[in-house]
């Protein structure tokens, strides 16, 4: 079977690469390189730091190649390594604040249907988030880590990154309903 066949080469690249051919390493990156700069670029606003922190992030893939045990999927893997590579960046390039106020009621956030926006334009209104809520809204929302996942990676309490997501969800609505309007000219 086909499938196979490629799980098979993919570990044999992999395999490869573990032994340092830099051609295994050259074929892994290109293969995974355009869906890993998407993951750095949800976290970087700016597209020459994603592709920096996807630079970065690829060197520690192959200067930690020797840990990936077969166990699981490769991809992931490497997406572990992009998101956190882009989190470090996040940390030394600027202070990330989360708001800590606690919020005792979580009303639901009925978000409209996001059918009517393309990938970019979704993702300048991510963008528009405070650094703290798009953080936490990408890491549960798009990466589906647990809120205690996002605390123990974030150095938070698990009650902030609920917070922080319940804040980044209404802030979103509010920003989709605005674009909406604005988009139909219904200001």
């Avoid at 690469?17 to 990156?29: D, G, S, T």
């Avoid at 708001?99 to 009303?107: C, F, K, L, R």
């Avoid at 978000?111 to 209104?125: D, G, K, N, R, Y």
Wanted: aromatic letters at 10%.
């Amino acid at each position: 079977m086909k499938l196979i066949k490629l799980h098979k080469d993919l570990e044999q690249i992999i395999q490869d690469a573990q032994r340092h051919n830099q051609k295994a390493q050259y074929r892994l990156y290109r293969k995974f390189a355009p869906k890993m700069l998407s993951a750095c670029r949800l976290y970087i606003s700016d597209l020459h730091h994603a592709q920096e922190v996807m630079s970065t992030g690829f060197v520690k893939v192959f200067k930690n190649l020797h840990r990936f045990e077969n166990k699981g999927s490769f991809e992931g893997w490497v997406r572990r390594i992009m998101v956190t590579t882009a989190i470090d960046f996040l940390r030394q390039q600027k202070h990330i604040e989360f708001s800590t106020d606690v919020i005792e009621h979580y009303e639901v956030i009925d978000m409209p249907s996001l059918t009517e926006w393309s990938v970019e334009e979704l993702q300048e209104i991510i963008d528009e988030l405070p650094e703290g809520y798009k953080l936490v809204f990408t890491m549960h929302v798009i990466e589906d880590y647990t809120h205690k996942a996002i605390a123990e990676t974030l150095n938070i309490t698990e009650a902030t990154s609920r917070s922080q997501l319940f804040k980044a969800r209404r802030l979103l609505k509010t920003k989709l309903e605005t674009h909406r309007s604005s988009s139909h000219g219904q200001v």
